[in-house]
């Protein structure tokens, strides 16, 4: 019902950087917590960062090399990453959950992209 379509993915060199961009619609962004998650080859998907409906809170699980940060005019999330490892290789997803009265969660989410594939690699 309500499409969230990332883009940005591709190849890059290890230590290169990459920004992934969600775009959403069909549903008021802006009541939406927002998270990235990424599933590697073989492995389950795990979580990688999220961000409060308002902007004011994010949570990562890694941070220092990623950045999630979003854009409510644009009813977009992105997330920044910098330094890319190889085992940063994985497909990534965006994922919302309605956000507003509940706290900064990265579980049960209502809606999934279909994601984008980061590969690092030389």
């Known amino acids: 019902q309500v499409p969230l379509v990332e883009s940005g993915g591709g190849l890059v060199q290890p230590g290169g950087s990459l920004r992934l961009s969600c775009a959403a619609s069909g549903l008021t962004f802006s009541t939406y917590d927002m998270d990235w998650f990424r599933q590697a080859p073989g492995r389950e998907r795990e979580f990688v960062a999220a961000?409060?409906?308002?902007?004011?809170n994010t949570y990562y699980e890694e941070s220092g090399r990623f950045t999630i940060s979003r854009d409510n005019a644009k009813s977009t999330v992105y997330l920044q990453m910098n330094n890319l490892k190889p085992e940063d290789t994985a497909v990534y997803y965006c994922?919302?959950?309605?956000?507003?009265?509940?706290?900064?969660?990265?579980?049960?989410?209502?809606?999934w992209g279909k994601g984008t594939l980061v590969t690092v690699s030389s």
């Open positions: 994922a919302a959950r309605y956000g507003v009265g509940a706290p900064l969660q990265w579980k049960d989410m209502d809606y």
């Open positions: 961000i409060k409906w308002h902007g004011r």
